[in-house]
């Protein structure tokens, strides 16, 4: 069990118990709900307490955050481990690999091999990630342990592409995405949730760009449709228009991210190369690593 403390500071003397999680520790509504129905969930100087009792200047407020096993079926996928501590797993997803099992990928999906992962080393948890990659998107994913690693995240993510044609400078797509008509897959721009993605050109070669995308909304697709509507489709997504001449699946990596909880005291950037068949395909991608610009992180290659 994952036990958080925290003394009460000056500054917070007053609040409630409720209005501490929420402001100074991020935690959501719903992972308060869920303390408050567990046996001793919250408490304030050792003693079960209610969200709406009052705080002191060097109270010890304690959540006690219970162990939620849960069975997946466990496969001995091979899995690419980037960081890991007590609160998060952070693996790079290899593309090919789904998040959850769908069809066709019954038992080879990154919930398999992270919880075969968690069998063998004896940790009883859920399957928590905070935000998924489409199946052929590489890159780095985030699996939170307990519900405060999931709660009080905030993520940021960076993601690099290889599109087609050449670009430069940098731009905003706002369009909203939505499904395309008479399809469940394909997703088209012009009607349906708002999107917004933020593109800058690193550098061009060879009539494609590496762009730094970062997104203000997480829609589906969002980055391939984005692109596609604007005319310049990532290499190798046939299914927006693009060519497989030189790559077989889109060549979109989540090289980057940034997580911060205040809850866990933790701020860390994270790091994810190009995978091969990318490095492969757009080997002048080499020759990148010693370009710097103001405000672009250029990925590892």
Same mark, same amino acid.
Request: with cysteine.
């Given at each position: 069990?994952?036990?958080?403390?925290?003394?009460?500071?000056?500054?917070?003397?007053?609040?409630?118990?409720?209005?501490?999680?929420?402001?100074?520790?991020?935690?959501?509504?719903?992972?308060?709900?869920?303390?408050?129905?567990?046996?001793?969930?919250?408490?304030?100087?050792?003693?079960?307490?209610?969200?709406?009792?009052?705080?002191?200047?060097?109270?010890?407020?304690?959540?006690?955050?219970?162990?939620?096993?849960?069975?997946?079926?466990?496969?001995?996928?091979?899995?690419?481990?980037?960081?890991?501590?007590?609160?998060?797993?952070?693996?790079?997803?290899?593309?090919?690999?789904?998040?959850?099992?769908?069809?066709?990928? +019954?038992?080879?999906? #990154?919930?398999?091999?992270?919880?075969?992962?968690?069998?063998?080393?004896?940790?009883?948890?859920?399957?928590?990630p905070l935000y998924?990659?489409?199946?052929?998107?590489?890159?780095?994913?985030?699996?939170?342990?307990?519900?405060?690693?999931?709660?009080?995240?905030?993520v940021e993510k960076?993601?690099?592409?290889?599109?087609?044609?050449?670009?430069?400078?940098?731009?905003?797509?706002?369009?909203?995405?939505?499904?395309?008509?008479?399809?469940?897959?394909?997703?088209?721009?012009?009607?349906?949730?708002?999107?917004?993605?933020?593109?800058?050109?690193?550098?061009?070669?060879?009539?494609?760009?590496?762009?730094?995308?970062?997104?203000?909304?997480?829609?589906?697709?969002?980055?391939?449709?984005?692109?596609?509507?604007?005319?310049?489709?990532?290499?190798?997504?046939?299914?927006? +228009?693009?060519?497989?001449?030189?790559?077989?699946?889109?060549? #979109?990596?989540?090289?980057?991210?940034?997580?911060?909880?205040?809850?866990?005291?933790?701020?860390?950037?994270?790091?994810?190369?190009?995978?091969?068949?990318?490095?492969?395909?757009?080997?002048?991608?080499?020759?990148?690593?010693?370009?710097?610009?103001?405000?672009?992180?250029?990925?590892?290659?």
């Amino acid at each position: 069990m994952r036990v958080l403390k925290y003394v009460v500071p000056l500054s917070c003397q007053g609040m409630t118990v409720k209005d501490f999680a929420r402001r100074e520790l991020g935690l959501s509504a719903r992972m308060l709900t869920k303390q408050k129905l567990q046996e001793n969930g919250i408490l304030k100087n050792g003693v079960p307490c209610r969200t709406v009792d009052i705080l002191a200047e060097g109270d010890v407020l304690t959540f006690s955050l219970p162990e939620e096993e849960m069975h997946y079926p466990a496969e001995p996928v091979p899995l690419h481990i980037l960081w890991e501590t007590e609160d998060y797993l952070a693996v790079e997803k290899p593309w090919g690999m789904p998040i959850h099992p769908s069809p066709g990928h +019954g038992r080879d999906s #990154l919930l398999n091999a992270a919880a075969y992962y968690y069998e063998t080393t004896g940790q009883r948890l859920l399957f928590r990630p905070l935000y998924r990659l489409d199946r052929d998107t590489s890159g780095i994913v985030l699996l939170g342990k307990h519900r405060a690693a999931v709660s009080s995240a905030v993520v940021e993510k960076r993601y690099y592409a290889v599109c087609e044609g050449v670009l430069s400078g940098s731009g905003t797509i706002d369009v909203p995405i939505g499904l395309a008509p008479g399809s469940k897959i394909l997703r088209a721009c012009g009607s349906g949730e708002r999107a917004v993605t933020h593109w800058e050109a690193v550098t061009a070669f060879e009539n494609h760009t590496l762009l730094s995308l970062k997104l203000d909304t997480g829609r589906t697709h969002q980055i391939r449709a984005h692109m596609a509507y604007a005319g310049h489709p990532l290499a190798g997504d046939d299914l927006y +228009g693009g060519s497989r001449e030189h790559i077989s699946r889109q060549a #979109l990596h989540c090289g980057w991210i940034n997580l911060k909880n205040p809850a866990l005291s933790l701020s860390i950037t994270l790091f994810s190369e190009f995978p091969s068949d990318i490095r492969d395909a757009f080997p002048w991608l080499l020759k990148i690593r010693d370009i710097k610009r103001e405000e672009t992180v250029c990925p590892p290659v």
